[in-house]
């Protein structure tokens, strides 16, 4: 017979287990620390438990697109939504439709969920667009000392301003009085505005800021309607305000309102969109290092670019108002910059923007425009009293069942149970100090199905101990002594316990995938808790378990040991029929 090998220590690592004791140690102690350290030290709640808000989005009919509402567009829309609410940093927001036409938006309460309902339903069609005539509409603001406005002119609300050196010498906030060349520049519409109607020159031939457009004989109907709407409207109407330009075509030229100080309002006529939203490469919030106001700085594709450089090369030869143009979102002049010089690939949106509206509408414009109009149908608010309810009942549930399973495991196997609530103490520390880390690293919030999940976990967690226990116990009746039935029963054990382990996280894996919404929350905790299941057996219940064998409770099968061989109804050892066996055998020749 050949010699056994020296140096091989006992299967399944019997002579160091404290090895994998002092890991797992280490390892709580390190999530723990970095839990109290994060300043996380409870894991978020779903809109379920902690409150919040949920919206119900109905797409609507455009015009002249019948078949608009369709499933690949309310999945783009539904793609876009939720990218807008990540952005915000919003954890645990669920952005699904239901049936053909509605989307449901629920938003946890939390820091940024107010900005993320502003945001989930704005439509942000982004055009930019030649500004024709300007006029105010609305309580006349006084002229700021030392630089007088025209009556009925607006300022424009900002300035597109390259990074170069600008040496042009335009006026930016007031009118100021053009060249003749100037302006002749002014009576012109460029090339690039040609299909739109002009505004009314006055006698002197410049544009006319302010008062009423008054269509000339000879203007076509076209234009005579478009100056009978400018006449009109008025926005310090909120209804007007917001219908005006709103489903208009992008080839169209239409009349927008927009504000430039609070309470004071400006309309616009403007020509035909030249550059879109889509044209927007990456749009974000910023302060301005010159002027230390919010801003929203813009970055075009290389096509957009193109188009910007083309409209900006050709307004920057007009006179005031026609030098501007305007940033047009959802129907509303958000913003109309003059141009002094051609303009590329970078862009800022100024105007009178704080904090919250310079990184809202970047993470709206970063993300692209809806492709359908959606109506807000209605908003339900999951008040907090309502989830530590929830919570109260899932936490009851859990202690009832844990309950039941301390029971179990105390009556059936007395001192072993002492291993089993020590793992099953060590697995819930790992889970809870994982979950209240996640929150912050991606996101997780805890709902009631992963409570659930939690829940479920239990039940899977000490089925591996008993199966476990079960194979000790199988070798304790055949006669063994308990340190080699530890070792013995470890390696069939450890089979059935990977398999159950992996058939679970394998299920939770597919729910995970194939689910949305709040079963996503009971899908990743059920498979978070399995891999624990795996790591708690394998490096804290199983050496445990050597370390228990070796003391003299545990060793001489006493009856509250559990691993008494009279109640197991052990056998006579089996090593002295083998040996005889071994002896019978013939001897070679």
Known sequence: M??????????????????????????????TGGMFLSGHTTPRLGIDLAGGTSITLKA????????????????????????????????????????????????????NSKQAQQQVGTTAQLYFRPVLTVAASGPEQPAPSGSPTPSGSAKPSGEATP??????????????????????????????????????PTDSGEPKPSGTPEASPSADPATAKLQEEFAKLDCTDPEQRTNAGKNALPTDSIVACGSNVPGSYEK??????????????????????????????MEFTSKGAKKFQTITSRLSQQQPPMNQFAIVLDGEVVSAPSVRTALSKNAQISGSFNQQSAEDLGNILSYGALPLTFEEVSVTTVTAALGSEQLKGGLIAGGIGLALVVIYLVAYYRGLAFIALLSLLVSGILTYTIMALLGPAIGFALNLPAVCGAIVAIGITADSFIVYFERVRDEIREGRTLRPAIERAWPRARRTILVSDFVSFLAAAVLFLVTVGKVQGFAFTLGLTTLLDVVVVFLFTKPLMTLMGRTKFFSQGGSWSGLDPKRLGAQPPLRRSRRVSASTEPKEA
Request: negative net charge; proline residues 8%; without cysteine.
């Open 163 to 200: 990074k170069a050196d600008d040496k042009g010498e335009e006026a930016t906030g007031e009118e100021a009085t053009p060249s003749p060349s100037a302006t002749s520049q002014g009576r012109a519409v460029t090339e690039g505005l040609k299909k739109a109607p002009t505004p009314t």
């Open 60 to 111: 609507q009919n455009q015009p002249g697109k019948p078949n608009a509402i369709n499933p690949t567009n309310m999945d783009t829309a539904v793609g876009i939504i939720e990218r807008r609410v990540n952005g915000l940093g919003v954890s645990e927001a669920e952005v699904q439709t239901q049936g053909s036409d509605n989307i449901i938006v629920n938003i946890p309460k939390g820091t």
């Open 2 to 31: 050949a010699a056994p090998k020296k140096g091989r220590g006992p299967s399944g690592g019997q002579g160091r287990p404290g090895r994998s004791l002092v890991m797992i140690l280490i390892a709580m102690v390190a999530l």
């Open 268 to 297: 616009y006529v403007l020509g035909p969109a030249e550059v879109s939203g889509s044209d927007v490469d990456d749009a974000q919030g910023a302060i301005d290092q010159q002027t230390g106001e919010w801003i929203v700085s």
